[in-house]
């Protein structure tokens, strides 16, 4: 599974559920995972593990062309694809997800500090 495109699929299809997705911090695999400090504007409430889910595989099925490959310097050579997405609210979040062991693995779910 080389291509872009099915990568991105895959990643939101293992996204949707909860055995086949993580966020988990290790010192090979890095993540800033911080849906719980951003704002949902469709409920008002913090994002959790499974909203901050649904909002990535929104995106990647509505606009999967808003995500960027890049390699990974942790671990080294491994490609993650980012995306910065803006909430109704004017936040922007950034999103860097990946495919990993068979699993979506989200590395990055915070406010973002690139414009």
Partial sequence: MGDTTEILKEICRLGRSSTTRSNEFSSTAPCRWNPYA?????????FSDA???????????ETPELFTEMKLDKP???IAYWTV???STGVCVYIKVQLQRGKAHGRS???????
């Fill in 85 to 87: 997405v803006t909430l």
């Fill in 76 to 78: 080294p050579g491994q």
């Fill in 38 to 46: 951003i704002e949902n504007p469709e409920t008002t409430f913090p």
């Fill in 109 to 115: 779910f915070h406010i973002s500090t690139k414009e």
């Fill in 51 to 61: 909203s901050a889910w649904e909002l990535i595989c929104r995106t990647l099925d």
